[in-house]
C-alpha cells in the first residue's frame, strides 16, 4: 500500500460506508495523513476486524493531520439517489477538515468534483493508498457506531450485527415487520417486490 499518490500536493483520502444498505444513513470520512504515518494493520476496511477497525479509528484520529466524517440520512438518499448521496456526503466531510487539501484520493470510478480541488478516482483505492484506507476505517466504524444505537430503538431488524445490510435475517424481519423510518424506501426491500410500493 502506498502513503501517497504524488507529494507535491497535500492529500486527502475519501471513501464512504453504507452505500449498498437497505437502513441507516450513508457516512463518508475524509483524512490527510502525516507524511511518515504507517500502522501494519491498515487496509481496506471491509479486510479488518472489527476489533482492528476500533484500534485503528483511535490511531488515525490522534494521529492524522486532519480528518472528519459526515453522513447523509435514508430520507435524502431517497431524493436524490444513494451515489449522489455519497458524493455529497464526502463533500460534507471535505467541508469539515481543518486543513484544506490540494488534491483528493477517492475510491471509486466517479465523484462530483469538489469546489476547484483536482481529483484522482481509483478502484479499490481503500486497497492501494493509505489516506483512502484510512477515510474507509473512518467511515465504516462511524456507521457501525450508529447502527448499533438504532438498533436500540428497532431490535428486531438485527442491526448490531448486519449493519442495515440486505441480510437473509434482515430481509426476514422486514418481511415479518415491514419499515421502519429508517429504511431506504427507493431500494428493493423486500424480496419479492409487490404492490407494497
Known sequence: MQLFFQDKLTEAGCDEAGRGCLAGPVFAASVILPKDFFHPLLN??????EKNRDELRRVIEA????Y????IDNEEIDRINILKASFKAMHLALDKLSQKP???LIDGNRFIRYKKIP????VKGDERFSSIAAAS???KTYRDEYMKQMHGEFPHYGWDTNKGYGTPEHRNAIEQHGLCKYHRRSFRLYSIQTELF
Request: proline fraction near 0%; aromatic fraction near 4%; glycine fraction near 4%.
Open 102 to 104: 490540494g488534491l483528493l
Open 63 to 66: 494521529e492524522a493531520v486532519s
Open 44 to 49: 481496506d476496511s471491509k479486510q479488518v476486524s
Open 137 to 139: 476505517i473512518l467511515a
Open 119 to 122: 481529483h484522482q478516482c481509483f
Open 68 to 71: 472528519a466524517v459526515a453522513s
